[in-house]
């Protein structure tokens, strides 16, 4: 039985999300149904997001293996499909110098580039099965929310020409109005020059298209309610039907919380982050709030803002924040959005907003992404924890948790030692909201105010 720290309303598949993205793709929801009976497979993988995509993907092409697919809703209907559709550096709450502090600059450094490889990954992976995905967009923007801000900036520069081997380039304000990135509250910037922006519901359509090309059978609507052994083999039970499997992934990150089995159990801190979308803005109000690039950006608060001008003028604007995702306190999430949107785009406070959603970071207590088997149990693996950067990450992390649980150790000797590191549980972790919100208050109070 699966714990929850959040109302069970927010796991439900049959209340509305309310996403932008699922208005620019065929609704998928209806098409995946529950098995009919009782079906054996070599693998099963539970949750059809990144992660589960993209590690029935591996198997089945590399390994030839006979994958099925869960989702207690449809693919991408968990944080996959609520992402704001940044493909770009990070997964880590740790810094690379705390990385080489642990596991020395090797190790440091073969994270640091797992980071732009993962970016790479996706781009090639996107290429080469035809998805479109509304790709567009050159590198990241880190903007600097006060001018103290830019010193850290410089820090993180340098580390990540020491690790990753890359120079980012500094914009003052000035500058930053020139290439039409202007707003009250930015004082220069960083130009990260790796990452791009997607439509992050296509690439899950598209993702989906090319598993069930490769044979692999995708079923929504299924939560696993139990789990057994019988011989060499796992039992997922459902509400329909049995699966057996020699094999078991779990990727279901901060939608699976404390389940399906109790090793689970306070690893994980699901965090909120809720993300508006505007009407389309017309060439003239973006001129007017000196903001026309369609870019990736995020400023450097802890408690960060992500935005983007989209392809058709819609801007998307996102920040973390809440800790109760009871359908009754949307309202006041999305007030306390607009809020913070309106402070920082003042030409656009009395623009629309069409669209408002929430859905789940997943954090672990390492601060890393964790990649890896699943206590002692024989052949079940997990990976999870991408601490708000999903996309680039969550994608190659579902290729090397495939090769983890295919044995190949090729691919195994790729990942990143911090991200072998098995998470600790959270210490009186039925508080780990307690946490969260005294998290909060701190870096509301450091940030400053807004």
């Known amino acids: 039985m699966l714990r929850r720290l959040y109302s069970p309303a927010a796991f439900d598949p049959n209340l509305p999300v309310g996403t932008y993205w699922s208005e620019t793709v065929d609704?998928?929801?209806g098409r995946f149904t529950p098995p009919d009976g009782a079906l054996a497979v070599d693998f099963a993988v539970i949750?059809?997001?990144y992660t589960g995509l993209n590690a029935a993907l591996r198997l089945s092409q590399k390994?030839?293996?006979?994958?099925?697919?869960?989702?207690?809703?449809?693919?991408?209907?968990?944080?996959?499909?609520?992402?704001?559709?940044?493909?770009?550096?990070?997964?880590?709450?740790?810094?690379?110098?705390?990385?080489?502090?642990?596991?020395?600059?090797?190790?440091?450094?073969?994270?640091?580039?797992?980071?732009?490889?993962?970016?790479?990954?996706v781009r090639e992976l996107t290429e080469l099965h035809d998805m479109e995905v509304e790709a567009h967009g050159n590198g990241e923007w880190a903007l600097a929310h006060c001018p103290?801000?830019?010193?850290?900036?410089?820090?993180?520069?340098?580390?990540?020409?020491?690790?990753?081997g890359l120079q980012p380039a500094f914009y003052g304000p000035h500058a930053l109005a020139e290439i039409g990135m202007a707003g009250p509250h930015f004082h220069g910037a960083a130009h990260i020059p790796v990452g791009f922006a997607l439509n992050p519901a296509r690439y899950v359509e598209g993702l989906t298209r090319a598993v069930l090309c490769s044979g692999v059978q995708i079923f929504g609507h299924s939560p696993v309610t139990g789990l057994s052994k019988e011989g060499n083999r796992y039992l997922l039970h459902l509400p329909k039907g049995v699966i057996s499997a020699?094999?078991?992934?779990?990727?279901?990150?901060?939608?699976?919380?404390?389940?399906?089995?109790?090793?689970?159990?306070?690893?994980?801190?699901?965090?909120?982050?809720?993300?508006?979308?505007?009407?389309?803005?017309s060439p003239q109000e973006q001129e007017a709030q000196g903001w026309t690039a369609h870019e990736m950006a995020y400023d450097t608060r802890n408690l960060l803002h992500y935005f983007r001008l989209l392809p058709n003028g819609r801007f998307l604007f996102g920040m973390r924040g809440g800790t109760d995702a009871a359908p009754e306190k949307r309202q006041h999430m999305f007030e306390r959005t607009r809020q913070h949107f309106?402070?920082?785009?003042?030409?656009?406070?009395?623009?629309?907003?069409?669209h408002f959603w929430s859905g789940f970071v997943c954090m672990n207590r390492s601060l890393a992404p964790y990649i890896g088997a699943v206590g002692s149990l024989s052949r079940v693996w997990t990976a999870a924890g991408y601490h708000g950067n999903g996309i680039a990450m969550a994608s190659w992390a579902g290729k090397a948790l495939a090769d983890f649980a295919a044995g190949y150790q090729q691919g195994i000797d790729r990942i990143p030692a911090v991200m072998r590191q098995v998470p600790k549980r959270f210490p009186l972790s039925?508080?780990?909201l307690l946490y969260l919100k005294a998290a909060y208050c701190h870096y509301q109070w450091v940030d400053g105010k807004l």
């Open 27 to 29: 609704e998928t929801g």
């Open 246 to 281: 020699e094999n078991l992934l779990i990727a279901v990150n901060g939608y699976g919380q404390d389940g399906p089995h109790d090793w689970f159990a306070g690893r994980h801190l699901p965090v909120l982050s809720n993300v508006m979308v505007t009407r389309a803005l």
């Open 430 to 432: 039925a508080l780990r």
């Open 47 to 49: 949750g059809a997001g």
């Open 342 to 354: 309106d402070l920082m785009f003042p030409a656009w406070a009395d623009v629309e907003a069409t």
């Open 63 to 121: 390994f030839s293996a006979s994958v099925a697919v869960l989702d207690a809703g449809w693919p991408g209907w968990g944080a996959s499909g609520r992402s704001g559709g940044f493909c770009c550096m990070g997964g880590a709450r740790l810094s690379e110098s705390q990385i080489e502090r642990n596991h020395g600059l090797e190790e440091a450094q073969k994270f640091a580039k797992t980071q732009v490889e993962s970016v790479a990954f």
């Open 148 to 164: 103290e801000a830019l010193d850290d900036l410089r820090l993180e520069a340098n580390a990540l020409e020491r690790y990753a």
